[in-house]
């Protein structure tokens, strides 16, 4: 299992909103999305969409899932699974934690969960 690498603090990143973790700061070979939910949990995703090149932190948050800014696929942040078209494909997920206010990533870890707030 890899190890976890720190990304910063949770209250860095607005309720609703997502932080892209570049290769570079990450060591993975792409970029991952972290996205922090207004229901208080984290969820990590590879960052491009799987049907065209777009930026999944860049779209709608709603609830536990997300909505690609493009085309409007919409992908479940528990699972990475593809909720409409036109991607077809799930997301893959990344394990994430929070401790001591701080977000901690596993790259290529799935995710079994998410991480919530406070815990
Ligand atoms: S690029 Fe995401 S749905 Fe097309």
Not at 53 to 82: K, M, N, Q, Y
Request: aromatic fraction near 6%; charged fraction near 30%; glycine fraction near 10%.
């Amino acid at each position: 299992m890899s190890d976890g690498i720190d990304v910063g603090r949770l209250d860095e990143i607005d309720e609703g909103t997502a932080r892209v973790i570049e290769p570079e700061e990450s060591g993975f070979d792409e970029p991952i999305a972290v996205f922090h939910t207004e229901t208080g949990c984290v969820f990590a995703l590879d960052d491009t969409c799987t049907h065209e090149e777009a930026s999944l932190a860049e779209g709608w948050i709603e609830g536990d899932t997300v909505e690609c800014p493009l085309h409007s696929s919409s992908f479940d942040l528990r699972t990475g699974r593809v909720l409409c078209l036109p991607a077809t494909q799930s997301a893959r997920t990344h394990k994430v934690e929070v401790a001591d206010g701080r977000v901690v990533l596993y790259p290529g870890v799935d995710a079994e969960d998410a991480a919530r707030v406070g815990e």
